[in-house]
Protein backbone atom coordinates (compact mmCIF):
# COMPACT_ATOMS: atom_id res chain seq x y z
CA UNK A 1 0.00 0.00 0.00
CA UNK A 2 2.87 2.45 0.60
CA UNK A 3 3.96 2.32 -3.02
CA UNK A 4 0.00 3.18 -3.97
CA UNK A 5 0.11 6.19 -1.54
CA UNK A 6 3.29 7.32 -2.79
CA UNK A 7 2.09 7.27 -6.65
CA UNK A 8 -1.08 9.22 -5.56
CA UNK A 9 0.81 11.17 -3.82
CA UNK A 10 2.91 12.35 -6.77
CA UNK A 11 0.55 12.10 -9.47
CA UNK A 12 -2.03 14.20 -7.09
CA UNK A 13 0.49 17.02 -6.77
CA UNK A 14 -0.48 20.44 -8.95
CA UNK A 15 2.40 21.26 -11.02
CA UNK A 16 1.49 17.10 -12.77
CA UNK A 17 -1.79 18.02 -12.90
CA UNK A 18 -1.30 21.50 -14.61
CA UNK A 19 1.70 20.06 -17.00
CA UNK A 20 -1.05 16.78 -17.83
CA UNK A 21 -3.78 20.04 -18.75
CA UNK A 22 -0.86 21.27 -20.76
CA UNK A 23 -0.37 18.54 -22.74
CA UNK A 24 -3.45 17.77 -23.70
CA UNK A 25 -4.54 21.52 -24.74
CA UNK A 26 -1.03 21.59 -26.08
CA UNK A 27 -2.30 19.15 -28.70
CA UNK A 28 -5.31 20.37 -29.47
CA UNK A 29 -3.77 23.68 -30.21
CA UNK A 30 -1.14 21.58 -32.82
CA UNK A 31 -3.82 20.40 -34.36
CA UNK A 32 -5.23 23.50 -35.07
CA UNK A 33 -2.17 25.28 -36.10
CA UNK A 34 -1.53 21.96 -38.86
CA UNK A 35 -4.64 22.81 -40.12
CA UNK A 36 -4.35 26.64 -40.15
CA UNK A 37 -1.30 25.94 -42.04
CA UNK A 38 -2.05 22.82 -44.33
CA UNK A 39 -5.49 24.46 -44.94
CA UNK A 40 -5.52 28.53 -45.11
CA UNK A 41 -1.80 29.64 -45.59
CA UNK A 42 -0.62 27.17 -47.47
CA UNK A 43 -2.97 27.33 -50.61
CA UNK A 44 -2.24 30.96 -50.78
CA UNK A 45 1.54 30.33 -51.03
CA UNK A 46 0.63 28.06 -53.30
CA UNK A 47 -0.66 30.19 -55.77
CA UNK A 48 2.19 32.85 -55.39
CA UNK A 49 4.35 30.24 -56.00
CA UNK A 50 2.81 28.81 -59.32
CA UNK A 51 0.24 26.51 -58.09
CA UNK A 52 2.62 24.24 -56.32
CA UNK A 53 1.51 22.02 -53.27
CA UNK A 54 3.70 22.11 -50.64
CA UNK A 55 2.75 19.03 -49.56
CA UNK A 56 3.31 17.19 -52.87
CA UNK A 57 7.20 18.56 -53.35
CA UNK A 58 9.53 15.98 -52.92
CA UNK A 59 12.92 14.08 -54.64
CA UNK A 60 12.63 10.77 -55.65
CA UNK A 61 16.18 8.89 -54.73
CA UNK A 62 15.30 5.69 -56.20
CA UNK A 63 12.90 5.27 -59.41
CA UNK A 64 10.22 2.57 -58.56
CA UNK A 65 11.10 -0.72 -59.89
CA UNK A 66 8.38 -4.40 -60.52
CA UNK A 67 6.91 -4.07 -57.00
CA UNK A 68 8.94 -1.49 -55.31
CA UNK A 69 7.66 1.73 -54.05
CA UNK A 70 10.10 5.03 -55.34
CA UNK A 71 12.17 6.34 -52.53
CA UNK A 72 11.36 9.81 -52.07
CA UNK A 73 12.81 12.63 -50.12
CA UNK A 74 9.37 14.44 -49.24
CA UNK A 75 10.98 18.12 -48.26
CA UNK A 76 7.59 19.79 -48.98
CA UNK A 77 5.78 18.43 -46.00
CA UNK A 78 8.84 19.22 -43.99
CA UNK A 79 8.66 23.10 -44.82
CA UNK A 80 4.63 22.39 -43.88
CA UNK A 81 5.79 21.08 -40.66
CA UNK A 82 8.62 24.04 -39.99
CA UNK A 83 5.72 26.31 -40.84
CA UNK A 84 3.66 24.68 -38.10
CA UNK A 85 6.15 25.21 -35.55
CA UNK A 86 6.63 28.26 -36.38
CA UNK A 87 3.78 29.74 -35.87
CA UNK A 88 2.87 27.15 -32.71
CA UNK A 89 6.04 29.04 -31.28
CA UNK A 90 5.15 32.29 -31.94
CA UNK A 91 2.02 31.75 -30.35
CA UNK A 92 3.13 30.71 -26.92
CA UNK A 93 5.28 33.28 -27.20
CA UNK A 94 2.56 35.48 -27.05
CA UNK A 95 0.64 33.93 -24.58
CA UNK A 96 4.06 33.89 -22.01
CA UNK A 97 4.68 37.49 -22.57
CA UNK A 98 1.16 38.31 -21.94
CA UNK A 99 0.68 36.12 -18.85
CA UNK A 100 4.30 37.96 -17.58
CA UNK A 101 3.26 41.32 -18.59
CA UNK A 102 0.19 40.60 -15.91
CA UNK A 103 2.05 39.21 -13.63
CA UNK A 104 4.52 42.68 -13.38
CA UNK A 105 1.03 44.41 -13.55
CA UNK A 106 0.05 42.54 -10.20
CA UNK A 107 3.31 43.18 -8.55
CA UNK A 108 3.92 46.64 -9.53
CA UNK A 109 0.74 48.17 -7.48
CA UNK A 110 1.26 46.68 -3.92
CA UNK A 111 -1.12 47.34 -1.42
CA UNK A 112 -0.87 50.65 0.94
CA UNK A 113 0.55 49.66 3.94
CA UNK A 114 -2.74 49.74 6.81
CA UNK A 115 -2.85 53.00 9.26
CA UNK A 116 -1.84 52.16 12.23
CA UNK A 117 -4.06 51.71 15.42
CA UNK A 118 -4.63 54.10 18.08
CA UNK A 119 -2.47 51.62 20.02
CA UNK A 120 0.08 51.03 17.46
CA UNK A 121 0.25 55.13 17.42
CA UNK A 122 0.12 55.55 21.42
CA UNK A 123 3.26 53.10 21.62
CA UNK A 124 4.96 55.24 18.97
CA UNK A 125 4.72 58.72 20.90
CA UNK A 126 5.77 56.59 24.06
CA UNK A 127 9.04 55.51 21.97
CA UNK A 128 9.31 59.01 20.51
CA UNK A 129 9.75 60.34 24.35
CA UNK A 130 11.75 57.65 25.44
CA UNK A 131 14.05 58.26 22.72
CA UNK A 132 13.76 61.75 23.64
CA UNK A 133 15.30 61.60 27.25
Known amino acids: MGLFKEFKDFAMRGNVVD ?6 IGGAFGKIVSSFV ?6 PIGVLTGGVDFSELSITLKKASEGVEPVT ?12 FIIIAFAIFMVIKAMNAAKKE ?6 APPKPTKDQELLGEIRDLLQAK
Do not use: C, R, Y
Open 19 to 24: MAVGIV
Open 73 to 84: LNWGSFVSTVID
Open 38 to 43: KDVLMP
Open 106 to 111: EQAAPP
